[in-house]
């Protein structure tokens, strides 16, 4: 096999190997990386209602 193919597969293989490994790093950082969800901060909901109170014939 001549040295100009030998050295293409070569970096043939380094190049798949780099991008499988900036697939799987970029898969770790969406997951453990911090939320970009854009909730609201609601903070603590008031309780406005009488509490339950359990009753012996509720059941």
């Known amino acids: 096999m001549p040295q100009c193919y ?3 597969s070569i ?3 380094y190049k798949l190997f780099d991008s499988i490994t900036e697939y799987i790093s970029e898969a770790v ?3 453990f990386g911090p939320n970009d969800d ?3 901060a609601t903070g603590l ?3 406005s209602d ?3 109170k359990p009753r012996r014939a509720d059941w």
């Open 45 to 47: 909901q008031p309780f």
């Open 6 to 8: 030998q050295e293409i």
């Open 38 to 40: 854009a909730y609201p």
């Open 50 to 52: 009488d509490p339950y």
């Open 29 to 31: 950082v969406r997951i």
């Open 11 to 13: 970096m043939g293989i």
